[in-house]
């Protein structure tokens, strides 16, 4: 009402205005022409410009008005174009290269172009703390457990054809950096059986191992010191190192020109329902199935609550933190319902050292039995090394700091020994970098949850993942899309052997 009221005032100051304006030009034809009469116009252009700005406020109204009927996507408040879209089909909690994985398979599996809407959360779009761009970024077939090493062979052949699968038209094709030098594992007299029933294991599946003695060792690699070494084991395929931002940002650039949807926040907080159903054993279980998620946006109150139908949890190190969330470990233990994730972050150093003496270009990566590793990291004698501290002495998982006296103490002398150029090296750089280390057996959680149904695992590798992803990522959409496994039978690496405390425990773990 007020509007009109406003729009009444100035037609009726324009009438006012018109009829002076008259008078003058009434008056210039009368008296002849004046100074003060041809500074003075006729009015018409004044009442064209009046009439414009009448319509113009016109229109303004009715979009207004429009606007606010109901179903309109007007709103007095301004909306946050970073927010997630209110609706999801599935929702993949953890934007390293894992979630990144399930995200672009499950729109390779999609039968309908959008058909499925997949978002992916991640809290940190600068990865400066990322597990998978802070890794040593290797990859082998030399596991213990043959699902491991289908997992690994399966990666190692879809990074051969990276571009076949990842590659984006009109874009620079994807470069892994990929050093095909081998994984040089070697064996004490204690744990030499151990390598041969690996060994076994390895061939029997499919990986290109072979085992050498310390003689044949010393021929192939004659700067090692072969005491104490009684049998290696030295991959012939399919092993080496390569660029992990490469991996994690051609998967990202795939899955996004496919229709997935970025989302940089923190899921805090799960809507879910509650159900109770009787165990076979006669016991009551709770059952919950998550409704939505609640997406904090980073630097801020400002949080949307995102419904959804499925919601993976590919949050790395801190997947044990977010299932908590759902109230698992609140429970019981000795129950279903109770049973927790068991992933929790164990921090890893990664040392450079300059050795200008040091091993030439056929350098594998070398696993001594003390735990200590290398590799060599580019050209001009730079190398990356490390080692797993014992159990007793895991460093604090607060902060991401570098312990260099642990290089001093438990790294160097192991080095050296092996490798007695070493002897004189220069730490030129260092950094740490979280495991998702699974204390169960150390191996992946790949499926469903017994009691969430509709929460889906891709964690706990400890070390492992970010090789392995390109097939554990399609493991996860088969199970999601399909109902199953349909390429390769992942059901042993399963969240119900950890419910069941059936450990499968992995023996080459770094």
């Known amino acids: 009402m007020s509007a009109w009221r406003r729009l009444h005032v100035k037609v009726r100051r324009a009438h006012g205005l018109f009829t002076s304006r008259r008078v003058t030009e009434q008056y210039t034809w009368m008296y002849g022409p004046s100074t003060l009469g041809q500074n003075l116009s006729t009015g018409k252009p004044l009442r064209n410009d ?20 109901p179903g309109s996507s007007w709103s007095p408040f301004d909306i946050n174009p970073n927010l997630p879209p209110e609706r999801a089909d599935i929702v993949i909690i953890g934007g390293g290269v894992m979630g990144w994985s399930i995200a672009y398979w499950l729109k390779q599996k999609e039968r309908v172009r959008e058909g499925v809407k997949v978002i992916v959360v991640e809290r940190d779009l600068t990865y400066s703390q990322a597990s998978t761009v802070l890794s040593a970024g290797g990859i082998r077939q030399q596991f213990s457990l043959p699902e491991n090493i289908h997992l690994s062979l399966a990666s190692a052949d879809f990074m051969r054809n990276i571009n076949e699968h990842l590659g984006v038209l009109n874009e620079d094709p994807v470069d892994l950096q990929f050093n095909q030098s081998g994984y040089l594992f070697l064996a004490s007299e204690e744990v030499a059986h151990i390598m041969e029933e690996n060994y076994s294991t390895q061939r029997q599946v499919g990986a290109k191992v072979t085992l050498l003695s310390p003689t044949q060792l010393k021929e192939k690699f004659p700067w090692i010191n072969t005491d104490g070494v009684a049998l290696a084991s030295y991959g012939l395929e399919n092993e080496g ?36 159903m009787t165990s076979p054993g006669g016991d009551p279980v709770v059952y919950k199935r998550i409704n939505s998620v609640k997406v904090q946006m980073p630097k801020g109150l400002e949080y949307q609550m995102v419904e959804c139908a499925i919601v993976v949890n590919a949050a790395g190190a801190f997947s044990g933190k977010l299932a908590e969330m759902l109230g698992i470990s609140s429970n019981p233990k000795d129950t279903i319902a109770g049973t927790p994730v068991p992933v929790e972050p164990r921090k890893r150093y990664i040392y450079v050292v300059h050795c200008p003496d040091g091993p030439g270009l056929d350098t594998p990566f070398l696993i001594d039995y003390s735990g200590m590793y290398f590799r060599r990291e580019g050209l001009g004698g730079n190398y990356i090394t490390g080692a797993s501290p014992k159990e007793a002495d895991e460093p604090d998982t607060s902060n991401l700091e570098v312990d260099h006296q642990f290089f001093e103490d438990s790294v160097w002398p192991r080095l050296a020994y092996r490798v007695p150029a070493f002897e004189k090296l220069k730490v030129t750089s260092a950094w740490a970098g979280f495991y998702d280390y699974n204390t169960f057996d150390q191996n992946g959680i790949i499926g469903d949850h017994p009691v969430i149904n509709n929460m889906y695992f891709a964690t706990g590798f400890s070390g492992h993942g970010l090789q392995q992803s390109p097939a554990a990522g399609r493991a996860v959409a088969e199970l999601i899309l399909d109902g199953n496994f349909k390429t390769l039978d992942m059901r042993g690496l399963g969240f119900r052997r950890i419910m069941a405390q059936e450990p499968i425990l992995e023996r080459n773990i770094l």
């Not at 113009?56 to 606007?67: E, G, N, S």
């Not at 907080?269 to 509650?274: M, N, P």
């Open 50 to 69: 009046f009439f414009k700005e009448l319509e113009a406020q016109l229109a303004a109204m009715r979009k207004k008005a429009a606007d606010a009927l």
């Open 241 to 276: 190192w390569f660029d992990p931002w490469s991996l994690l940002n051609a998967f990202r650039r795939k899955a996004m020109s496919m229709g997935v949807i970025q989302c940089c926040g923190e899921v805090t907080d799960f809507k879910y329902t509650v159900s109770m």
